[in-house]
């Protein structure tokens, strides 16, 4: 298993930005894909992004898709999601996710979970 721990969420207002990261322990880091969900007061929780274990191949959900970034740095076990422009309708707890040698976007694919991160976007 792999330890994950998010950190840089907060409140803003509509139209700023936030960098989430998320530090990695355990397991090696570059053996896993990537994953940041978000999940807001009622709802399920729902992909955002994705990074393979290299950082070539990314995937967003089509609602962050130009304003929303994933990248990573295998050196430091770490992986971030750059958010910018950002809505109220992107107010939600964001959890860090990790699949094991495989390709995902699905909560299933992932199973290692971090303990979330409240973003907070005022209008």
């Known amino acids: 298993q792999v330890q994950l721990v998010e950190s840089g969420g907060g409140l803003v207002q509509a139209g700023g930005s936030l960098r989430l990261s998320c530090a990695a322990s355990?397991?090696?880091?570059?053996?896993?894909?990537m994953g940041w969900f978000r999940q807001a007061p009622g709802k399920e929780r729902e992909f955002v992004a994705a990074?393979?274990?290299?950082?070539?191949?990314?995937s967003y959900t089509d609602s962050v898709k130009g304003r929303f970034t994933i990248s990573r740095e295998n050196a430091k076990n770490t992986v971030y999601l750059q958010m910018n422009m950002l809505k109220p309708e992107d107010t939600a707890v964001y959890y860090c996710?990790?699949?094991?040698?495989?390709?995902?976007?699905?909560?299933?694919?992932?199973?290692?979970w971090g303990q979330g991160t409240q973003v907070t976007v005022s209008s």
């Open positions: 996710a990790a699949a094991l040698r495989r390709w995902g976007t699905s909560r299933g694919d992932f199973g290692s």
């Open positions: 355990g397991r090696p880091f570059s053996l896993y894909t």
């Open positions: 990074i393979n274990w290299s950082g070539g191949s990314t």
